[in-house]
């Protein structure tokens, strides 16, 4: 049975830091591409940022260029998201996925993904 579980979500004042964690069962991430993703409250899902599957190159949406960072573990077989200086812009659901080919460069697209998570909550108040 496969499970994706992220996690470290919570409620943090704007300037703060957050590290959301992604790891998954029945289910490996080596080789693949995978990707941290958010849905604000009436929006769509958006990329947030991506990391290749060799783990050096990542892709990340203008809006947190400079302010998130994504890493990998493959050993662990868990998928990180350093978050800092959050604005309430920032505020969604959180969730990671796995690309769908294995190892092809992404595009961080929600469609290119699949293995989903049930999210972890950010709220980032004012």
């Known amino acids: 049975q496969v499970q994706v579980v992220e996690s470290g979500g919570g409620l943090v004042q704007a300037g703060g830091s957050l590290r959301l964690s992604c790891t998954a069962s029945g289910v490996s991430f080596e080789d693949y591409g995978m990707g941290w993703f958010r849905q604000g409250p009436g929006k769509e899902r958006e990329g947030v940022a991506c990391?290749?599957?060799?783990?050096?190159?990542?892709e990340y949406a203008d809006s947190v260029k400079g302010r998130f960072n994504i890493s990998r573990d493959d050993a662990k077989n868990t998928v990180y998201l350093q978050m800092n200086s959050l604005v309430p812009e920032d505020t969604g659901m959180y969730y990671c996925a796995r690309l769908n080919t294995r190892r092809t460069i992404m595009n961080c697209e929600p469609r290119y993904f699949g293995y989903w998570g049930q999210g972890t909550q950010v709220t980032v108040s004012s």
């Open positions: 990391i290749v599957w060799y783990g050096v190159s990542a």
